[in-house]
């Protein structure tokens, strides 16, 4: 749908009345939802919209359908190879050695080739390799939180095909407020919020500000816009295959018929 966008006050956002923003350049390797999908040049890349049910679909794309995902987990491989990509078994789960987490763990990935089609970088290439496409990707699916950053590592030959599971923003930070004063074992445990009602969380500099929206349109920090808005709205409209966490069933099942990825033995008793 490429019909002009409202801004919060109906106006189209910072552009006057009708305009549109423009999706960044950045995010051209990730493909449009009006070109069909094609499983031979692109890779289902799951953006990660943390407490929003991403635990249940890693475990899906694991258990359900026996997919090799690059996650956040290559780090946890035995004997961890810093120099190859290879894939390992975690808790009967298949995971590519990268970490699609942080800047340094995709500069990582897209050093050593995980997506293929993208040339290797000629002042780092042995010789005789400089130049060449990488191999064919051991990645059944990509996972991660920072799109912008994880874009990089797909290329006009070999583009990600971008899906994530939506949750209530409220229902969210409810969520998030719970699982953060108690995880004591996550390094996001927050001990202060033991001491907080939901109340003066909410009220509080702990709660997050429009993470989804920050995240969309690569901006951290400082205050939103509401071309900022329309230009999120824009992104998930254009690039995005929507799940909803309040109907997982429903959402998983979309994604399986999408990709159209094969069932594994025992997959109905593995759907979180």
């Not at 009006?34 to 890693?58: C, L």
């Not at 990488?134 to 070999?158: E, N, R």
């Not at 004063?181 to 907080?196: E, F, G, H, I, Q």
């Amino acid at each position: 749908d490429d019909r002009p966008e409202a801004g919060i006050d109906g106006t189209g956002g910072a552009g006057g009345k009708g305009s549109k923003p423009e999706i960044p350049s950045a995010l051209s390797s990730l493909s449009d939802l009006s070109e069909p999908y094609n499983s031979d040049d692109e890779i289902p890349y799951f953006w990660d919209v943390h407490f929003s049910g991403e635990s249940v679909a890693e475990r899906y794309f694991a258990k359900c359908h026996g997919l090799v995902q690059a996650a956040e987990h290559g780090l946890r491989q035995p004997n961890y190879n810093e120099d190859r990509l290879e894939v390992f078994e975690l808790k009967g789960r298949k995971y590519v050695n990268v970490d699609m987490s942080t800047k340094a763990g995709i500069e990582r990935a897209k050093k050593l080739g995980l997506v293929p089609g993208v040339a290797t970088d000629d002042n780092e290439a042995p010789d005789g390799e400089k130049g060449k496409p990488s191999a064919q990707s051991l990645a059944d699916v990509v996972v991660g939180p920072s799109l912008h950053s994880v874009a990089t590592v797909f290329s006009p030959s070999k583009k990600g095909r971008m899906f994530a599971l939506f949750r209530h923003p409220v229902d969210r930070a409810v969520g998030m407020y719970y699982y953060l004063s108690t995880a004591s074992w996550d390094p996001m445990y927050n001990p202060r919020l033991k001491d907080m009602n939901l109340a003066e969380y909410a009220r509080s500099g702990s709660i997050e500000h429009n993470w989804v929206t920050r995240f969309l349109v690569n901006k951290p920090r400082g205050p939103l816009s509401k071309h900022d808005l329309a230009l999120a709205k824009r992104i998930v409209r254009r690039k995005v295959l929507v799940g909803l966490y309040e109907d997982m069933d429903t959402s998983l099942a979309r994604f399986q018929r999408y990709f159209g990825w094969d069932e594994e033995d025992g997959s109905d008793d593995e759907r979180g």
